[in-house]
């Protein structure tokens, strides 16, 4: 079973649309969390931290459910500009900055 | 201040040569981790490194890869007798302490092609 697991996608929505992602992961004892966006042959940027208790920014919630092991991003009135692929992100308890990604969800939003 | 900054941004390799793929970190940063994107597929780790040490290389292949971060100059990760199955995206990564919660930022990449 891998660590983290996503829907490879894509996702085919059009603009103004509500789009949502879910990623689960294996180990119980992870520590942070987080959704990393990354372009075509581009570094992976960070786009939030994700909470137990949820949080928002802007077109964009992130959500975290210990007990089912699994994080969702939703984005609210997707834009042309926000086709990419979607990484989620988990650091596993172990005392340092070991970032493990998932294989990234790609979202395609058209006109 | 400039970012994680990584070279050669692409090269190309034949099969056998070697690969050797520089990292400067963010100023003032002294942890660096390596990562690498196959094609179609997420990161994976490879490596962390401390100045003069390294932390954890769990994710490294048992063989023809290495990493230094030495007291001066960049990290290196070298790739020995590279094969095709080398071919991916590397990223280098770096952060200003190496407890979670420092925030990690990602150099643009360097590309490795073998033919």
């Known amino acids: 079973r891998k660590e983290v697991e996503q829907d490879p996608g894509p996702f085919n929505v059009p603009e103004g649309a509500t789009v949502a992602f879910n990623c689960t992961y294996s180990?119980?004892?992870?520590?942070?969390f987080f959704w990393y966006r990354q372009d075509c042959r581009k570094e992976p940027k960070l786009l939030m931290s994700?909470?137990?208790s949820g949080n928002e920014d802007g077109r964009f919630t992130a959500q975290l459910n210990r007990a089912s092991q699994y994080i969702s991003l939703l984005i609210r009135d997707s834009k042309l500009s926000d086709s990419a692929t979607y990484l989620c992100?988990?650091?596993?308890?172990?005392?340092?900055?070991?970032?493990?990604f998932g294989a990234g969800t790609r979202l395609a939003v058209h006109p | 201040n400039a970012g994680v900054m990584q070279n050669p941004r692409h090269l190309v390799r034949r099969r056998g040569q070697e690969a050797r793929l520089r990292c400067s970190p963010m100023?003032?940063?002294?942890?660096v981790y390596w990562y690498r994107q196959l094609p179609e597929e997420g990161l994976k780790f490879m490596v962390y490194?401390?100045?003069?040490?390294?932390?954890?290389e769990s994710g490294m292949p048992k063989e023809r890869f290495s990493a230094e971060f030495p007291k001066e100059g960049p990290s290196i990760l070298r790739i020995q007798q590279v094969v095709r199955g080398d071919s991916a995206a590397y990223f280098c990564?770096?952060?200003?302490?190496?407890?979670?919660?420092?925030?990690?930022?990602f150099g643009e990449g360097s590309w490795l092609t073998v033919v």
């Open positions: 994700v909470y137990s």
């Open positions: 990564a770096s952060s200003e302490g190496g407890a979670s919660g420092n925030t990690i930022y």
């Open positions: 992100v988990v650091i596993f308890s172990g005392g340092y900055n070991k970032l493990i």
């Open positions: 180990n119980s004892a992870s520590q942070s």
């Open positions: 490194l401390q100045k003069e040490n390294i932390i954890d």
């Open positions: 100023k003032g940063h002294s942890h």
